[in-house]
T-cell receptor
Framework: GDSVTQMEGPVTLSEEACLTINCTYTATGYPSLFWYVQYPGEGLQLLLKATKADDKGSNKGFEATYRKETTSFHLEKGSVQVSDSAVYFCALVITGRRALTFGSGTRLQVQP | DTAVSQTPKYLVTQMGNDKSIKCEQNLGHDTMYWYKQDSKKFLKIMFSYNNKELIINETVPNRFSPKSPDKAHLNLHINSLELGDSAVYFC?????????????FGPGTRLTVL
């Protein structure tokens, strides 16, 4: 079946540090890939997405590139802020199957 | 305007009770979903409806019954609540064939069963 694997958290960084959260996937079809973010006490917000190989999704300074050869979609940001503290979820959907398959989430804590 | 809304936001109830969670979307989407997030933050699909028809029904106890009165609404009714039902339940919606089936989520309903 389909699955998404994310690095274990929590990830603790100082403000302005570089961030990478690893995400790899296995899929029986050709997936679209997503990063969602969940701020404390809130729901899931779409952060960025990519629908085909070599696409780069970007939003709010975050980026992720769809790498079909390594089945990866790592999330990166050059300079994190305290306000980026949240849980980040990598997810995929196979077109036509509808349901998102999520990774286990990675908690990011950014210290001032 | 809230795109996907859920009520209530918090629900505290006793074991054995029956409760409902309501979801509404104003995005004009044709597909709606229920996901469950457990205490470890793991998210898993429960149900999906497309144009009021059930299209995904994962291995969920039959105490859980979704109902879609129209395309904009998907409610979740839970009978005989158990301690293990305590979780955050998220509603989501998407439009098939648009934006790679991007799903938009509601704020969640935190259910606590005592």
């Amino acid at each position: 079946g389909d699955s998404v694997t994310q690095m274990e958290g929590p990830v603790t960084l100082s403000e302005e540090a570089c961030l990478t959260i690893n995400c790899t996937y296995t899929a029986t079809g050709y997936p679209s890939l997503f990063w969602y973010v969940q701020y404390p006490g809130e729901g899931l917000q779409l952060l960025l997405k990519a629908t085909k190989a070599d696409d780069k999704g970007s939003n709010k300074g975050f980026e992720a590139t769809y790498r079909k050869e390594t089945t990866s979609f790592h999330l990166e940001k050059g300079s994190v802020q305290v306000s980026d503290s949240a849980v980040y979820f990598c997810a995929l959907v196979i077109t036509g199957r509808r349901a998102l398959t999520f990774g286990s989430g990675t908690r990011l804590q950014v210290q001032p | 305007d809230t795109a996907v809304s859920q009520t209530p936001k918090y629900l505290v109830t006793q074991m054995g009770n029956d409760k409902s969670i309501k979801c509404e979307q104003n995005l004009g989407h044709d597909t709606m979903y229920w996901y469950k997030q457990d205490s470890k933050k793991f998210l898993k699909i429960m149900f999906s409806y497309n144009n009021k028809e059930l299209i995904i029904n994962e291995t969920v106890p039959n105490r859980f019954s979704p109902k879609s009165p129209d395309k904009a609404h998907l409610n979740l009714h839970i009978n005989s609540l158990e301690l293990g039902d305590s979780a955050v339940y998220f509603c989501a919606s998407s439009q098939v064939g648009q934006g790679s089936d991007t799903q938009y989520f509601g704020p969640g309903t935190r259910l606590t069963v005592l």
